[in-house]
């Protein structure tokens, strides 16, 4: 009898167990601590050597497409990869940003959102998250606001 009691409070225990860990997968701090590491990865790819210009389009009637190049790309880059991770867009993607187009050397492109403030968004293996970075929202705003 005792044996029963013991085992039927195993498998009540297991259960709470799996439901805890399906709750904590599908949250937002599981998603948030697997896009911090993906951020960590994703921002060693960031070397001004590979990269050979990042461009975006101020939108608008008077729009312009504005390139860094040179000097200006390697501050972009040196600003971008110096970001810090803000969130996970597990649940959907950022509406109303500028996109950002990064140019690589074997002329590959990646893109990332400017979403306003200081809110940039990426992705990375399929995945959406957020970085923060005062001073690149800084850098963009320049040219949204003068066009």
Do not use: P
């Not at 960031?46 to 050979?52: G, V, Y």
């Not at 074997?106 to 970085?131: H, P």
Request: aromatic content about 14%; hydrophobic content about 35%; overall charge positive.
């Amino acid at each position: 009898m005792k044996h029963k009691r013991i085992t039927s409070k195993f498998i009540i225990l297991l259960f709470l167990f799996s439901i805890l860990a399906v709750i904590l997968w599908n949250s937002d701090l599981a998603h948030n601590a697997v896009a911090r590491i993906q951020w960590t990865q994703k921002k060693k790819e960031f070397r001004s050597d590979d990269i050979s210009k990042i461009s975006f389009y101020t939108g608008g009637l008077n729009g312009m497409e504005i390139e860094f190049i040179g000097k200006d790309k390697d501050n972009f880059i040196l600003t971008l990869s110096n970001s810090n991770f803000y969130k996970s867009n597990w649940q959907g993607m950022l509406d109303d940003s500028i996109s950002i187009e990064i140019t690589y050397n074997n002329s590959s492109k990646r893109y990332f959102e400017y979403c306003g403030g200081d809110i940039f968004q990426l992705g990375y293996k399929g995945n959406l998250f957020s970085i923060r970075n005062k001073n690149l929202s800084e850098i963009l705003s320049k040219y949204i606001k003068t066009t």
